[in-house]
């Protein structure tokens, strides 16, 4: 698994050698802190509408198609994860990070679904994944992970804002 970011540093080195970022949030919305990934690019969405930010939802391989015509350099997956750390922690990992390990609740493992899109769009993948609290249905998004989510936003409007 990739290394726990305790600052920005990683994920500001990643977004800034990107000529054209897609964002993909995946996730659950009625599973309390399952659906943070999707919170994220909602919100991203409602302030920029940038065709860049996608809601990936619970099965993200159904709107590859629409990378198509986006023809990313880079890829951002959001999703939440449990991998044992602090409630709102996360993690910036590659497709190799997260082969072989259970980290989702996805039908299709995400790795399968990186090694995918870094085939076929020879994009830059990276995986955000954050530390859930709680996956109660129909409950909201717990303090942590909200912080955690609102920080992210901050960090990522300005690249969909041009």
Known sequence: ???????????????????????IGVGNENLGDD???????????KATKSNFVL???SVPENIT???????PTHILLIDAANFNEEPGSFIL?????V????????QLPLSILMKYLENEY????????????????SMKLTQSVL????????????????
């Not at 912080?147 to 041009?162: C, E, G, M, R, V």
């Open 35 to 45: 659906g943070v990934g999707v919170y994220i690019v909602n919100s991203i969405h």
């Open 55 to 57: 809601n990936g939802g």
């Open 99 to 106: 082969v072989g390990k259970s980290i989702s609740t996805h």
């Open 1 to 23: 698994m990739g290394r726990l970011i305790f600052e920005k540093n990683e994920l500001i080195e990643f977004l800034s050698h990107a000529e054209r970022l897609v964002l």
């Open 65 to 71: 198609h629409k990378l198509r015509n986006l023809l």
């Open 93 to 97: 990992a590659t497709s190799d990070d």
């Open 122 to 137: 020879h994009a830059n993948v990276r995986l955000l994944c954050i530390q859930i609290e709680s996956k109660i249905p």
């Open 147 to 162: 912080h955690t989510a609102n920080n992210l936003i901050n960090i990522l409007i300005p690249y969909f804002s041009k």
